[in-house]
């Protein structure tokens, strides 16, 4: 389709839904239909109470559209267990290369409740347990070999025990989406972005922005 000026008409690829949780879920889908290794890949930013940012990947776990949260798990000690404490805001950015999607959520990060964190570490490998359990995630550790010590500490003390439980320090977060913006490549850089964000009513309120 041509503009009436003879150039090539761009038409937007993005629906303007009510409600955008049901496109994160299928943009979800899609990326683990076609992405061969870690497609929930989230990098996840968080801030300390003045401010200072950091940034990591973790997996993204689970969507609740219905909830309108998802689930990501931590070391509650860690860095960003304690900046999330701190702060309790965070942002998190997917790209796929290979579909030409970026998928940016923002909003408030609280605990997920024990019985959910519960569920999901028994879920885990047996070693994944163990590692969680040896780990005081972000802390200085004076060299690899005192870790591998550790968990090999761990793993006899732990040997006759089925299943193991979870450890306080490590859980859950549901990041409740108040932002999300849908960004699709486009031919020369001419980028599609949808951004959609959560009024006071609960209501989705979106705009078009410009690449």
Not at 44 to 49: E, G, R, V
């Amino acid at each position: 389709m041509s503009s009436p000026d003879g150039t090539e008409a761009r038409v937007p690829t993005l629906p303007r839904p009510g409600d955008p949780l049901p496109l994160v879920a299928q943009w979800l889908a899609d990326a683990e239909a076609s992405v061969a290794k870690n497609p929930w890949a989230m990098a996840l930013a968080t801030a300390t109470a003045d401010g200072r940012p950091s940034l990591r990947y973790v997996l993204l776990k689970s969507l609740s559209p219905e909830r309108g949260y998802v689930v990501f798990y931590t070391n509650y000690g860690s860095r960003k267990g304690a900046e999330l404490e701190a702060n309790g805001r965070a942002a998190g950015a997917l790209y796929w290369p290979e579909l030409g999607r970026q998928l940016r959520l923002e909003g408030r990060a609280e605990r997920s409740p024990e019985a959910e964190s519960d569920a999901y570490f028994a879920s885990r490998a047996r070693q994944s347990q163990l590692n969680a359990w040896a780990s005081e995630q972000s802390h200085a550790v004076a060299s690899p070999e005192m870790m591998s010590a550790r968990l090999d500490d761990l793993s006899a003390s732990f040997a006759a025990r089925a299943p193991i439980p979870r450890p306080p320090h490590w859980g859950g977060y549901r990041l409740h989406l108040e932002a999300i913006e849908f960004w699709v490549e486009g031919a020369d850089r001419f980028h599609e972005r949808l951004r959609h964000e959560r009024a006071q009513d609960g209501a989705w309120q979106s705009v078009w922005l410009q690449p």
